[in-house]
C-alpha cells in the first residue's frame, strides 16, 4: 500500500515568490496534518485538515494557508517567502485528527525540501 | 503549551548492545505519546504509540515506558543493528480538547558502532 506521498520533493524559490506544496493521505486517511521541520529540529505543527475542514493551527503567521479537498488531499500554500521559511515541509495522515475520540497516529511523507534563495 | 525535551542530542552504542533514548514533557495533561525514526532525507517513521492510561508498551525489539509522575517516557531498542541508526523523536499530543498537532522533541541522534 501507498505511503503518504508528497510533490514536489525539492523547491526552490526566492524571496517573495509563492509556493504551493501537495499532499495525498494514506488510502482511508481522512486527516492531513502540516508541519515545518528546520534543520537540526523537530517539526513544528502548521496546521491540521480533517472532512475538508481546519481543525487546528499552530503559530505560524497568515501567510501559511492551506486547503483539503474531496479526496482527502490537501495543499499548503505559503505566500512572501522569506529566507527564514527554508525548511522540510512533512505532511501526516491519520485515520482520524490525533485526539479526537481515540488517538490515532499520524504517518508522514518524506516532505518537500523548499529552498529559499 | 506543551514542551517537549530529549535529555542527549547523540547516543553511540555498540551493535548488538541495548539502547535507552529519554524524554521529557511538561504539560501533565498530555495523554498520548509517540516515538519517530527519521533517516537521512526521509520524513517520521512511526515505531510505538502509548496512552496516558498505560505505562509500558512493547513492540518488536521496541519498549516504550511512561512516566506520568516524573512527565518521562523512554524508548529502549534491544539488541541495537547498524539500521536503528537514525534520528528518533518522541512526539506529545494534549487533551486539551480538538483536534491538535503533536508536538515534538529535538531529537537523540542514534549511533551504532560495529
Known amino acids: 500500500d501507498a505511503g503518504v506521498t508528497q510533490s514536489p520533493t525539492h523547491l526552490i524559490k526566492t524571496r517573495g515568490q509563492q509556493v504551493t506544496l501537495r499532499c495525498s493521505p494514506i488510502?482511508?486517511?481522512?486527516?492531513v496534518s502540516w508541519y515545518q521541520q528546520v534543520l537540526g529540529q523537530g517539526p513544528q505543527f502548521i496546521f491540521q485538515?480533517?472532512?475538508?475542514?481546519?481543525?487546528g493551527r499552530g503559530n505560524f503567521p497568515d501567510r501559511f494557508s492551506a486547503r483539503q479537498f474531496p479526496n482527502y488531499s490537501s495543499e499548503l500554500n505559503v505566500n512572501a517567502l522569506l529566507l527564514g521559511d527554508s525548511a522540510l515541509y512533512l505532511c501526516a495522515s491519520s485515520l482520524i485528527p490525533t485526539g479526537d475520540y481515540s488517538n490515532q497516529p499520524q504517518h508522514f511523507g518524506d516532505g518537500t525540501r523548499l529552498s529559499i534563495l | 503549551g506543551e514542551n517537549v525535551g530529549l535529555h542527549l542530542p547523540t547516543l553511540s552504542v555498540q551493535e548488538g548492545d541495548n539502547s535507552i533514548i529519554n524524554c521529557a514533557y511538561s504539560?501533565?495533561?498530555?495523554?498520548?505519546f509517540i516515538w519517530y525514526k527519521q533517516e537521512s532525507g526521509k520524513g517520521p517513521q512511526f515505531i510505538i504509540d502509548i496512552r496516558s492510561n498505560m505505562d509500558k508498551r512493547q513492540g518488536q525489539r521496541v519498549t516504550v515506558l511512561l512516566n506520568k509522575t516524573v512527565k518521562h517516557l523512554s524508548l529502549q531498542i534491544a539488541a541495537t543493528q547498524p539500521g536503528d541508526s537514525a534520528v528518533y523523536f518522541c512526539?506529545?499530543?494534549?487533551?486539551?480538547?480538538?483536534?491538535?498537532?503533536?508536538?515534538f522533541g529535538k531529537g537523540t541522534h542514534l549511533i551504532i558502532q560495529p
Open positions: 512526539a506529545v499530543k494534549d487533551s486539551g480538547g480538538g483536534a491538535d498537532g503533536l508536538t
Open positions: 488510502s482511508g486517511h481522512k486527516s
Open positions: 504539560n501533565s495533561a498530555s495523554d498520548y
Open positions: 485538515y480533517y472532512e475538508k475542514e481546519e481543525r
